[in-house]
């Protein structure tokens, strides 16, 4: 079956760590996305990527870095400089360019302080 | 960045009573989305809307978005348990999503 994966699914970070959480798919899309979502709020935009070797910020961008060396994949570091980093990271993905093309999102890691 | 805004924040209902959430943009929208999140998942997508004025339903759900192309709202009648989760408009831009923030929805059996 195509989807999305993202492991971990739980993650904890100690003081001044980096942490790494994956995000694999096997769709075929070109787009690729990392949202943060709080505690009722909606998804905040981190990173997207609509080719291969190429990504743009978000509307939250500070702290964080991404990679896109694979079309499948698009892993998404959180750094130290990330002050509040706790909250449920969602990866998506979708055929980009045409409109009408849904986002399809993975499981989800979420991301704890320790 | 776009601008979306979504109320209510949170509704209770009673099983078998109808549901509403609303999204509203500042400014013209070339389409709107619309999710469904349960709890503990994670944003499935729903539908997506594009004409002004246009209606879409599935099954008790039913979906319009506004003439102006600026507001669009889910409606589901007659909820169920099954209806519980949190419900998200997105617009579209073409290379990014901006999501409203959501309406959780309890259905009270």
């Known amino acids: 079956d195509g989807g999305i994966t993202q492991s971990p699914k739980y993650l904890f970070r100690k003081e001044g760590q980096n942490v790494t959480l994956s995000c694999e798919q096997n769709l075929n899309h070109d787009a690729m996305y990392w949202y943060r979502q709080d505690p009722g709020q909606g998804l905040r935009l981190i990173y997207y990527?609509?080719?291969?070797?190429?990504?743009q910020k978000g509307d939250i961008a500070e702290g964080y870095s991404v990679s896109r060396e694979k079309k499948e994949s698009f892993p998404l570091t959180v750094t130290s400089a990330q002050k509040n980093p706790t909250a449920f990271y969602l990866c998506?993905?979708?055929?980009?360019?045409?409109?009408?093309?849904?986002?399809?999102f993975g499981d989800g890691t979420r991301l704890s302080i320790l | 960045g776009q601008q979306v805004m979504q109320i209510p924040q949170y509704q209770h209902v009673q099983e078998g009573e109808d549901f509403t959430t609303y999204c509203n943009s500042s400014?013209?929208?070339?389409?709107i989305q619309w999710y469904k999140q349960r709890p503990g998942g994670h944003p499935v997508f729903l539908i997506q809307?594009?004409?002004?004025?246009e209606v879409k339903k599935q099954k008790r759900l039913t979906f319009q978005f506004g003439e102006a192309k600026k507001n669009s709202s889910l409606h589901i009648t007659a909820t169920q348990t099954t209806d519980v989760g949190t419900y998200f408009c997105?617009?579209?831009?073409?290379?990014?999503?901006?999501f409203g923030t959501g309406t959780s929805l309890t259905v009270i059996p």
């Open positions: 990527s609509q080719i291969v070797n190429d990504f």
């Open positions: 809307l594009v004409k002004s004025g």
């Open positions: 400014t013209t929208l070339s389409n």
């Open positions: 997105a617009a579209n831009t073409g290379n990014q999503f901006y």
């Open positions: 998506a993905s979708r055929i980009p360019g045409l409109s009408n093309q849904p986002q399809h």
